[in-house]
């Protein structure tokens, strides 16, 4: 009976280090997702001599959508370490160009980041940063576009190689923002 109770109070923590590992696939994993991009997007240019200044005012959200692919390494069990590229459509959102109201601005791009996470059993948290190179299309004036950094925070459900995952992720581009929250899936191949 002495040798059976440290063995009772053994299993828990047997079965949550075995699905700990088993969330914890290495190898290509594939997904997506879709939420809410917010814009914060104010900026002043110098106009011709006829029109003087622009003011540039978008403060909107629209649907967004993200396509991903990642690897992960899988060096350090309950530790998620991985790479992932996407591609990011932020939708279109609508605001002002000096007297023009209701202009349009889309924005979409390419990102490539590093992941970082913990596995808690089935259950994850992990924190993502790198850069996108984006091209946005603003009404009236041209196209915007640059490399920029991003970073963001997310958590996860694992069952086998299915994922269920919530992201958080901040875009500081050129002279304006982008929040994107989402919920999206992934499978490991």
């Known amino acids: 009976m002495k040798t059976a109770i440290p063995f009772i109070f053994a299993l828990p923590f047997l079965a949550v280090s075995g699905h700990a590992l088993a969330g914890s696939d290495s190898g290509v994993y594939l997904g997506a997702s879709i939420g809410e991009a917010q814009l914060d997007f104010d900026d002043e240019r110098a106009g011709s001599d006829e029109v003087g200044d622009v003011t540039i005012d978008f403060d909107d959200e629209d649907t967004a959508y993200k396509i991903f692919v990642g690897y992960n390494l899988g060096l350090i069990p309950l530790v998620d370490l991985a790479v992932e590229g996407a591609y990011v ?64 925070a997310g958590a996860r459900i694992t069952l086998f190689s299915f994922q269920v995952r919530a992201e958080y992720e901040r875009y500081e581009l050129d002279n ?7 919920v999206g899936a992934a499978y490991t191949f």
């Open 89 to 152: 459509d932020f939708g279109k959102f609508r605001g002002d160009i000096g007297p023009l109201s209701d202009a349009d601005f889309e924005v979409d791009g390419w990102t490539g980041a590093a992941l970082a996470g913990v596995n808690l059993g089935p259950v994850g948290v992990f924190a993502k940063a790198g850069a996108i190179s984006w091209d946005g299309d603003l009404d009236d004036i041209g196209d915007e576009d640059g490399t920029d950094p991003f970073y963001g």
């Open 176 to 182: 304006f923002d982008i929040d994107y929250f989402s």
